[in-house]
């Protein structure tokens, strides 16, 4: 019974698996079937697409070849069109070419004639001029310079009143010109007249003070005069001192260093050394500030705090008794002034005015001329080429650019105003003596005097040496010569003096 079961439990088990086996192959084939049938429809779609793919492409293609045709066709008429019309051109040049040849071998043959002409004319005026030099007994040269002679004598005068004429109405219409902008840039600026003297007075509480002063045996006079450099003068003169010396600088040190030991009271070479010395010190703020005022004075901005140190320290420096800074703010007022109506740069005026006296606070301390050095000490500085070069256009006979001849006028106009400078008796004596023996170098001067405190030179000259024409070239000549050997303060006249005198004595 057992093995019954078993073996129905494997027949159950055989049949189960032999159906499952066949079921599966039928489902399999049945796939099989169902794809292959897809592929078919698939390669069926794809022939059917690639048909309609290549159909188009012809299309195209045909439709491409067609367009290739047109533009060819349209290209090969434009080129046709080109081509004739090139044809034409070409048969047009070939037509103007050989008029152009006809008409080079015409003005061949006419400049040929001309040529023919000129020299049968050469030889006629020549044959001419033979003929009249026999009868004139003269040649060539001889005529022309008789003719020439003969229109300049005749002409001498008329020449004469012609360039007396332009002359004078150029100069009169330059110098009203001239007299109104500086007129007007004097108008707008009044400054201080004062000269600087070479000397300064310190007030004394009593007479008692000078013997302090001094010290005993002069050791307390002989420190101030040691430390500061200037020379103490003690005279009769009532509670009063007097400092001389030539540096301004070195004077205002002293005066402080006294007016402090006179308040303190207490007056030793030890006192005089510490006075001296806060002197100096306070007197270098004093400078910075002149410098930093005159600066906001003029509009200057931007200058190197070390440069405006320098220009305070020509608030302590003269030129012929003028000070140096109240000189440079007028001479950067007047130039700033002149730009204006010029149409110059006014702002290099203004500084270049400013700073072109510059190498005066230190031409004491470094070798060298005062212009040189403050072309340098400016480009040190940084400033720019136009402003540096003020500093040495206002000392050249014609500066370079028109800022440089403004500077160089507003300073003449500074220093040669009334009261501005004093000069000494040997130096003005040396610059009449030597125009006058400017004057007298001339061929044909006779006699020359320089009145009117030197500005002005009168020439006496030979009448039978020189005449009217010759004259009036000699005294620009004079001038001119005036102008590039001597320096002189301003405008100085020349008046030439040609008379002649016949005396007769009735006896």
Same mark, same amino acid.
């Given at each position: 019974?057992? !093995? ?36 078919? @429809? ?27 045709? @047109? ?25 103007? #070419? ?8 015409? #003005?061949?043959? +006419? ?29 060539? =040269? ?8 003969? $229109? ?15 002359? !004078? ?5 330059? $110098? ?33 003070? @000078? ?7 002069? +050791? *307390? ?25 030539? *540096? ?15 308040? =303190? ?73 002149? !730009? ?38 400016? @480009? ?12 040495? $256009? ?114």
């Amino acid at each position: 019974m057992f !093995a019954f079961s078993v073996l129905l439990t494997l027949a159950s088990v055989f049949i189960g698996g032999f159906l499952g086996y066949y079921i599966r192959k039928q489902i399999g084939v049945n796939e099989v079937n169902s794809a292959e049938n897809k592929a078919e @429809k698939i390669f069926s779609e794809a022939k059917v697409k690639e048909s309609e793919v290549l159909l188009r492409a012809k299309e195209r293609a045909i439709k491409f070849i067609d367009d290739a045709k @047109k533009e060819t066709d349209t290209r090969h008429r434009e080129l046709s069109s080109s081509q004739q019309r090139l044809e034409r051109r070409e048969v047009l040049f070939d037509q103007k #070419l050989l008029e152009l040849q006809e008409k080079q071998q015409k #003005l061949q043959e +006419r400049a040929t004639q001309i040529d023919q002409l000129r020299t049968d004319i050469q030889k006629v005026r020549e044959e001419q001029l033979a003929k009249l030099e026999r009868v004139a007994a003269l040649t060539r =040269d001889e005529a022309r310079g008789v003719l020439l002679e003969k $229109a300049e004598r005749d002409s001498r005068d008329d020449i004469l009143a012609r360039i007396k004429k332009v002359e !004078a109405e150029g100069r009169d219409e330059v $110098a009203a010109k001239a007299r109104h902008i500086i007129a007007d840039a004097m108008q707008k600026y009044a400054g201080s007249v004062v000269s600087e003297m070479s000397t300064t007075s310190v007030p004394l509480p009593s007479d008692e003070m @000078k013997g302090r002063i001094i010290g005993k045996e002069g +050791r *307390n006079i002989r420190t101030i005069e040691m430390l500061t450099g200037v020379e103490i003068l003690i005279d009769d003169t009532p509670q009063t001192i007097t400092l001389s010396s030539f *540096n301004l600088l070195r004077r205002t040190i002293a005066k402080l260093a006294i007016e402090k030991l006179i308040k =303190d009271g207490r007056i030793h070479p030890g006192r005089v050394e510490e006075y001296v010395e806060q002197a100096k010190q306070e007197l270098a703020q004093e400078i910075k500030k002149a410098g930093e005022d005159a600066a906001f004075a003029v509009g200057v901005t931007g200058l190197d705090p070390r440069l405006i140190q320098i220009l305070g320290r020509l608030k302590y420096r003269t030129s012929f008794g003028q000070n140096a800074l109240l000189h440079s703010l007028e001479v950067a007022y007047l130039a700033a002034c002149m !730009a204006e109506e010029l149409g110059a740069n006014v702002a290099v005026c203004r500084k270049g005015g400013l700073l072109h006296d510059i190498g005066k606070a230190v031409d004491h301390e470094v070798q060298g001329g005062h212009p040189q050095i403050g072309y340098e000490i400016m @480009k040190k500085f940084n400033l720019p080429e136009e402003i540096a070069y003020q500093a040495i $256009a206002h000392h050249e006979d014609s500066p370079k650019t028109l800022e440089g001849i403004i500077v160089k006028v507003a300073d003449a106009i500074s220093a040669t105003r009334p009261g501005a400078r004093r000069d000494t008796s040997e130096r003005y004596l040396q610059r009449v003596t030597e125009l006058e023996a400017l004057a007298k170098r001339f061929e044909g001067v006779e006699k020359a005097y320089a009145i009117q405190a030197g500005r002005e030179i009168r020439v006496f000259v030979t009448p039978d040496v020189v005449d009217d024409l010759t004259a009036h070239k000699l005294a620009k000549e004079i001038a001119l010569s005036i102008e590039g050997e001597l320096q002189y303060p301003g405008e100085l006249k020349v008046t030439l003096i040609r008379e002649k005198r016949i005396i007769e004595f009735a006896r």
